[in-house]
């Protein structure tokens, strides 16, 4: 699975909008981009994930770059429950390997009033 | 959505015993679980694979001798812990994995057991 690279710390203002990049620069065309969240001392929640297009679901909007080498994963209304840590996954939809995810270091992301 | 359980949250036991952490799957079935290990401050490491009705997968480096998985139904892992020391205190979690649209790939996390060994 390709290798992804998140910043370490992010800010965000209370009611403002985050986003939070990722690259992923060695992704297969196979290979889809998921987004999860881990809030302090609970397991991780699902976000969101897509191929090549943009998606979009009540938690969140991904935006992937045409070249798919990375992408930003938009919180559009920042709230002080969104501070966590959050992971970008890059992995492949199906295979002998399908439903194994590989975490990184992830991005904290703090909420601010 | 889809819901997964965990069972005990948190648990304190002596150095030498055994403990079990049970994963459920209460809404749906999961042919697959998988058993991640986190110490404070670092990121999910996964341990194993459990595939329903077959053996688990382990990864590089985790004793299958010392954290027995068992996945006798489509919705309970079992994850036993036996003769654990200190340094085996960490959080476990769990995860079902369910497949509802072609590449969807979604895990569903529990809500991870503190396990204290003295």
């Known amino acids: 699975d390709a290798k992804t690279t998140q910043p370490p710390s992010m800010d965000c203002a209370e009611g403002r909008a985050a986003n939070l990049p990722c690259n992923h620069s060695?992704?297969?065309?196979?290979?889809?981009v998921y987004w999860y969240r881990q809030i302090h001392s609970q397991g991780p929640q699902y976000i969101i994930h897509g191929l090549k297009n943009n998606e979009t679901n009540e938690m969140a909007s991904l935006i992937i770059t045409e070249d798919r080498k990375s992408s930003t994963l938009i919180l559009p209304h920042a709230t002080l429950r969104d501070t966590a840590v959050y992971y970008c996954?890059?992995?492949?939809?199906?295979?002998?390997?399908?439903?194994?995810?590989?975490f990184g270091q992830g991005t904290i992301l703090t909420v601010h009033p | 959505g889809a819901v997964v359980s965990q069972h005990p949250s948190r648990v304190i036991c002596k150095s030498g015993t055994s403990v079990k952490i049970e994963c459920r799957s209460l809404?749906?079935?999961?042919?697959?679980m998988f058993w991640y290990r986190q110490f404070p401050k670092q990121s999910l490491m996964l341990m194993a694979t459990s595939n329903e009705g077959s053996k688990a997968t382990y990864e590089q480096g985790v004793e299958k001798d010392k954290f027995l998985i068992n996945h006798a139904s489509l919705t309970l892992s079992t994850l036993t812990v036996t003769s654990a020391h200190p340094e085996d205190s960490s959080f476990y979690i769990c995860?079902?994995?369910?497949?509802?649209?072609?590449?969807?790939?979604?895990?569903?996390f529990g809500p991870g057991t503190r396990l204290t060994v003295l």
């Open positions: 809404d749906f079935q999961a042919t697959t």
């Open positions: 995860s079902a994995h369910t497949i509802r649209e072609p590449g969807t790939n979604e895990q569903f």
């Open positions: 996954i890059v992995r492949v939809g199906g295979g002998t390997s399908y439903g194994k995810l590989t």
């Open positions: 060695t992704i297969s065309g196979n290979e889809y």
